[in-house]
């Protein structure tokens, strides 16, 4: 007798998801698109399920500049930038970042895989174990952990609504390992999602304060407006740009302020600054801190001088100088009320200050331009003659992006290269710190898809140098153009122990960058000479690929911090051996 053997159904489970399904999902739902990164235990995975389902992953080689592009992604974009690392070291390196974008306010997440809870609690040391939500908190704008998959969306929408909210920040995102790979049954992961509903409300200034600023401008002799990387960021060039053109009052923006209004329009105060700090009788402040990069060895503001400040953080009021009319609220909401009130107002402007600014402008900037001519002649090249080379090539490329650091390199350039568009120029900014060049950069190609320069000391370059190789990797049409004076602040530091070692800001002015770039198949150029470099540059911005030049300078081209060497607490030439 035969009998048949009918194999049994196969037992049905519900389907699954893991936590980081639903992280990826919960990043999906508040409209993250790109992530920047370095994996490893426990979030390699994560990175991948993420590409998988669409949010496009650079990867990094250090965890820094991985960081540095997101907070440059969330300043360009208006959204959180997002940065995901490894435990202990990993997230250490990415908390630098992250920490940056809180000084600056850009925003962005730094999510960070991290151990399980238990020996970390009891302090009996695990595989990379660390207390990363405790390190990360004071240097952050908002820190949270999540400890369960179910709790991941609120999280997400927690951490994006904190980044972007009020003054944008950074903001950490503990994940622990036992959450990214707790198992759910998908149907009630379902159930967590939802649509975040206004993710960046707009704040709305009071009606009084608006009405005090408008009165307080109406009145104003020689008004000025500062503009900041906050207007920058809240993308009101529109409204700005009919505030200064409506009531004629001149501008004068703020590093990665240059090119909201235009560097070189008729209102551009950009010469004038100690007549404004000096004469000015009513100042706005849009999107700008009174901190010391307006202060001391940057000027010195008038007594008398009155303060229109509008800020989305009303912590900011009075925190340097009282302020005549604080307006608290963010920019457009608050410009498109003030222009509203200006427009019932008589104005009393001084008729002769305008003109007298704009006289002023063209003295200073024909002296500036007789200074970059008498130098391109200098062999080997100085800073004024490079870039005296790159300034053309920079006015017919408007719309790519400038990425700026260095001492010497990040004061001179920024003094030489006029913006023509808002959100061209990102630099060392608030904490003007060296490092952030080239996440910076890959943060702003990605995020805009435009062409981007990155003019770099040699000594700021190599903070970030590997990650050139990230911008190769994903084709990135940048332009690393590296200025070598063989040293920090200039190659001629001197050892005074004679024991042959090099001097502290000694680097090395025969180092071939371009030969760096060759290993990871960039276009690269080394250029000796002013022509060299025009033609270099104009050629790498056309072609759009990855490319790197090497501009060799002379070693005693630069000073001893730049613009700043007054913050040093003793002079060089006062050390005795
Ligand atoms: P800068 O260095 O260019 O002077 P800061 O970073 O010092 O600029 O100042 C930027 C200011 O802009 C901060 O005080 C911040 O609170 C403010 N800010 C940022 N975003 C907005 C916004 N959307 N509306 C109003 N103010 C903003
Ligand atoms: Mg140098």
Redesign the pocket.
């Known amino acids: 007798m035969s009998t048949t053997n009918t194999p049994s159904p196969a037992p049905s489970y519900p389907a699954q998801v893991t936590g980081m399904d639903i992280l990826v999902r919960a990043l999906k739902m508040v409209g993250i698109d790109t992530m920047y990164g370095l994996v490893g235990i426990p979030v390699t995975e994560l990175a991948y399920l993420a590409q998988a389902r669409g949010i496009r992953f650079v990867g990094f080689r250090h965890e820094q500049q991985a960081g540095m592009a997101a907070a440059t992604h969330g300043f360009l974009t208006k959204t959180p930038g997002v940065l995901l690392t490894v435990s202990s070291l990993g997230f250490m390196n990415g908390l630098t970042a992250t920490t940056n974008a809180t000084v600056?306010?850009y925003p962005m997440i730094q999510i960070s895989g991290s151990s399980v809870r238990e020996p970390i609690d009891l302090d009996q040391g695990t595989y990379e174990g660390l207390d990363q939500l405790n390190v990360a908190k004071p240097l952050v704008k908002a820190a949270y952990r999540v400890n369960k998959p179910e709790d991941i969306p609120t999280a997400v929408v927690r951490a994006y609504r904190a980044a972007i909210s009020g003054?944008?920040g950074g903001v950490y995102l503990d994940v622990t390992t036992p959450c990214l790979g707790a198992i759910m049954n998908a149907a009630d992961a379902d159930k967590l999602f939802y649509e975040p509903v206004d993710l960046c409300p707009a704040m709305p200034p009071a009606p009084d304060a608006v009405k005090r600023a408008a009165q307080l401008l109406a009145g104003a002799k020689k008004p000025a407006i500062?503009?900041?990387?906050?207007?920058?960021?809240?993308r009101v060039e529109g409204l700005l740009k009919q505030l200064v053109e409506t009531y004629n009052v001149p501008y004068f923006p703020?590093?990665?302020?240059k090119g909201v209004l235009p560097d070189n329009g008729p209102l551009s105060a950009l010469s004038c600054r100690s007549t404004i700090m000096e004469e000015a009788d009513v100042v706005i402040l849009a999107?700008?801190?009174l901190?010391w990069?307006?202060s001391r060895g940057h000027g010195k503001w008038s007594p008398d001088t009155k303060f229109i400040q509008?800020?989305?953080?009303a912590e900011?009021i009075d925190c340097n100088r009282p302020i005549a009319a604080p307006v608290v609220?963010?920019?457009?909401s608050?410009l498109t009320a003030f222009l509203a009130e200006m427009s019932k107002l008589k104005t009393a402007a001084d008729p002769a200050w305008v003109p007298g600014l704009q006289a002023e402008t063209k003295t200073k900037n024909a002296k500036f331009e007789a200074r970059l001519t008498a130098n391109a002649a200098v062999q080997p090249m100085d800073h004024w003659t490079a870039l005296g080379a790159i300034k053309p090539v920079m006015a017919a490329n408007p719309d790519v992006i400038l990425v700026n650091e260095g001492a010497n390199t990040l004061d001179d350039t920024r003094d030489t290269l006029d913006m023509a568009l808002p959100r061209h120029r990102i630099d060392c900014?608030?904490w003007a710190i060296m490092g952030m060049g080239m996440g910076s950069a890959i943060g702003a190609a990605v995020a805009t898809g435009k062409s981007v320069v990155a003019i770099e000391g040699d000594s700021a370059f190599g903070f970030s140098g590997m990650d050139f190789s990230t911008a190769c990797r994903f084709n990135l049409p940048l332009t690393v153009v590296i200025f070598n004076n063989g040293g920090i602040y200039n190659g001629v530091g001197v050892n005074m122990s004679g024991d042959g070692d090099p001097a502290p800001t000694t680097l090395d002015v025969r180092a071939r960058y371009d030969k760096m770039g060759d290993a990871f198949g960039a276009t690269t150029y080394y250029v000796t000479t002013p022509q060299e470099l025009t033609q270099a540059l104009t050629e790498a911005i056309a072609s759009k690929k990855t490319c790197l030049i090497d501009v060799q300078l002379g070693a005693d081209s630069g000073k001893e911090s730049g613009h700043i060497g007054y913050l040093n607490p003793a002079a060089l030439e006062t050390i005795k051996v």
């Open positions: 600056n306010c003054r944008p500062i503009i900041g990387k906050g207007a920058a960021y809240a703020m590093s990665m302020g999107g700008a801190r901190n990069l307006l509008f800020d989305i953080d900011e609220g963010d920019l457009e608050s900014a608030t």
